[in-house]
């Protein structure tokens, strides 16, 4: 997790700042939100809120987008600002743990691996059939994929390992 600069919280956990308020989400696991004003990458966004750096999407513009780098084009949060693991949304295996991650502010998907030796092929795939995949490179043992469409069913999984469809 740390090799994207995110790291997940418990619904349960110490830190329910990062939580949206009752009722608001899925129970799941939550990923922290940066400090106000502040991207992932450290650089702060302008004045008016607008970060020129990133990309905005939302729903089946996202497809392709690295989730860490992207805003909503709807309400401008980051992607990755709430982002959850709906519950039972985990793989664990011994080639790794995989979870599928979504964002109610982008409505989109990826997935995620930790624990991973490089080489392995980490994959989402939603219900009209829009696949992305990552690789996990060499030296490194986490990496997720690239964002598809949320408003529609996702999975995520690993060969022939795979979430079931949230």
């Given amino acids: 997790m740390s090799a994207i600069g995110l790291f997940a919280l418990s619904s349960a956990g110490a830190a329910s700042a990062a939580q949206p308020t ?3 989400e899925p129970a799941g696991r939550y990923i922290a939100s ?3 004003g502040v991207r992932s990458s450290g650089h702060a966004v ?14 089946a513009s996202c497809h392709g987008v ?54 392995t092929r980490l994959w989402v795939q939603n219900w009209d059939n829009a696949v992305q995949e990552q690789f996990i ?16 069913s996702a999975r995520a999984g690993l060969a022939s390992r795979y979430t079931a469809w949230y």
């Avoid at 004045?47 to 729903?59: L, N």
């Avoid at 080639?95 to 998907?109: A, T």
């Avoid at 994929?145 to 529609?152: H, S, Y």
């Fill in 34 to 36: 940066q400090p106000e």
């Fill in 137 to 152: 490179a060499p030296g490194q043992h986490s990496a997720h994929t690239a964002m598809v469409n949320g408003r529609v």
């Fill in 66 to 119: 690295d989730p860490v780098a992207a805003r909503s084009s709807v309400d401008g949060y980051p992607c990755i600002v709430n982002a959850f693991t709906p519950a039972g949304a985990e793989l664990s295996t011994p080639r790794g743990h995989v979870e599928l991650l979504y964002s109610p502010h982008c409505h989109s998907n990826w997935a995620r691996i930790s624990g991973a030796a490089p080489g």
């Fill in 46 to 59: 302008s004045p008016s809120g607008v970060d020129p750096a990133a990309i905005y999407c939302d729903g």
């Fill in 22 to 24: 009752a009722g608001a």
